[in-house]
């Protein structure tokens, strides 16, 4: 299910685009506080730090293509761009769970791009 602040856009028949406004989470503050720009590129390091740790099934099931002001994921796999969507929306409404996953890329090494 996604939830608030991202949004499931049907494109054309049968394509999907999952969206999120950079800059309108409730955990911006805490991103920038953890040194991260919460841009559309660090919210692609999140959908695929999820991706990775989370649910390695999605792996290869939709693409992505951040801009800065804006994280999409696009894809057929309408199933696969919900379960990224609710993992995405538990991020970006919890700080707790945003500071537990930079804390896990910091444990792994792990770069976001933004």
Known sequence: MVVEPLKMLETRPGAYSLLLDAGSTAV???AEELGHEPNGYFWEGVAALLVATEAPDLEGRFKYDPEG???V???TDLPALERLGGLMSLVANDA????RLVALADERGYEFDD
Do not use: N, T, W
Request: charged share 40%; no cysteine.
């Open 28 to 30: 911006d503050e805490v």
């Open 96 to 99: 707790d769970r945003l500071r």
């Open 69 to 71: 002001g804006m994280f």
């Open 73 to 75: 994921a696009y894809g």
